[in-house]
Nanobody, 128 residues
Framework: QVQLVESGGGLVQAGGSLRLSCAVS????????VGWFRQAPGKEREFVAV?????????SYADSVKGRHTISRDNPKNTVYLQMNSLKPEDTAVYYC????????????????????WGQGTQVTVSS
């Protein structure tokens, strides 16, 4: 069983930065790719970014955050981070992390689907 806990959300002004953390339990953390998703009020959940399993050498981002956000992982700490810069009001949402077993690039399928475990979410609010 894998459990994920997000933290680091909060209120920030437009143009500011936040770093979200996703702490993952389980001895096989490095075997899982971890993705970030978000859901704004009245909208469907959408993919934000993913980092591959193992060393995390492959990443993918939604076009809406590419160049502004960076995903990274620290395997000894069982943690994945999402550094969010140049935040915009449209980034306001509940952010979720999710884990997907043994996924390392698109040869293993769609990076935005097929996640087995999810966290409870953390709220990010960007004021204008």
């Amino acid at each position: 069983q894998v459990q994920l806990v997000e933290s680091g959300g909060g209120l920030v002004q437009a143009g500011g930065s936040l770093r979200l953390s996703c702490a993952v339990s389980g001895r096989t953390f490095s075997s899982y790719a971890v993705g970030w998703f978000r859901q704004a009020p009245g909208k469907e959940r959408e993919f934000v970014a993913v980092i591959s399993s193992r060393s995390g050498g492959w990443t993918s981002y939604a076009d809406s955050v590419k160049g502004r956000h960076t995903i990274s992982r620290d395997n000894p700490k069982n943690t994945v981070y999402l550094q969010m810069n140049s935040l915009k009001p449209e980034d306001t949402a509940v952010y979720y992390c999710a884990a997907k077993y043994d996924y390392y690039d698109t040869s293993r399928g769609n990076p935005t689907t097929g996640y087995d475990y999810w966290g409870q979410g953390t709220q990010v609010t960007v004021s204008s």
